[in-house]
């Protein structure tokens, strides 16, 4: 199996156990989380061409993760 970028553990290593620590005391988090993770893995399989998707789905997909991303941060640093 590919390495996956992005993964939340890599865009915020300083943050790993609060990130393990939000999502499991915030249902809202974890959440968004999920959706991380599955939008992240969607980009990554269209980009490596594991997936058939139009250039206009890659990029409205990578916005969504970007809003996440944004989002999940915000919870981090507000948690802080």
């Keep these: 199996m ?3 970028p992005h993964e939340l553990a890599e865009e915020f ?7 393990s620590q939000l999502r499991s005391s915030d249902a ?3 959440k968004l989380c999920t959706e ?3 939008v992240n893995r969607a980009v990554h399989r269209a980009e490596e061409r594991i997936e058939a998707v139009s250039p206009t789905a890659e990029d409205e997909m990578r916005r969504r993760r970007m809003q996440l991303k944004d989002e ?3 919870m981090l640093t507000a948690a802080v």
């Design 72 to 74: 999940i941060y915000g």
């Design 28 to 30: 809202h988090f974890a």
């Design 2 to 4: 590919s390495h996956t």
């Design 13 to 19: 290593p300083d943050k790993v156990d609060l990130i």
């Design 36 to 38: 991380y993770h599955d």
